[in-house]
């Protein structure tokens, strides 16, 4: 049973940094597309960043470009998200999220909650002075 857990959200000030995890247990994305998905409080999900896992080719929106890095490590089974400069409108639920089969360019365009089948529970992140 494929089961991914998120973890590392709280609250910080405004510029502060947060590095949020995901570890997979019962599968290995060796060509998946895992992401990190947020949701604030009356607004749709959306994917933050994405990683195609045969390569490591990544993709994000454009709001949060230059500030947050996703990245996977192979031997944890882990995904990442270190999120820096960070300002009140990252403040949201964000969520890990997993496609078992894809390839880079299918994980670089895929943006809609509905194209991923593997989901972690959310973790808080808040930002505010």
């Given at each position: 049973q494929v089961q991914l857990v998120g973890?590392?959200?709280g609250s910080v000030r405004p510029g502060g940094?947060?590095?949020l995890s995901c570890?997979?247990?019962g599968y290995t994305y060796t060509s998946g597309c895992m992401a990190w998905f947020r949701q604030a409080p009356g607004k749709e999900r959306e994917g933050v960043a994405s990683i195609y896992t045969g390569s490591s080719s990544?993709?994000?929106v454009d709001s949060v470009k230059g500030r947050f890095t996703i990245s996977q490590d192979n031997a944890k089974n882990t995904l990442y998200l270190q999120m820096n400069s960070l300002k009140p409108e990252d403040t949201a639920m964000y969520y890990c999220a997993a496609i078992r089969f894809s390839s880079s360019t299918y994980c670089s365009r895929a943006a809609r909650p509905a194209?991923?089948?593997d989901w972690g529970q959310g973790t808080q992140v808040t930002v505010s002075s």
């Open positions: 973890s590392g959200g940094s947060l590095r570890v997979v247990s990544t993709t994000y194209d991923f089948t």
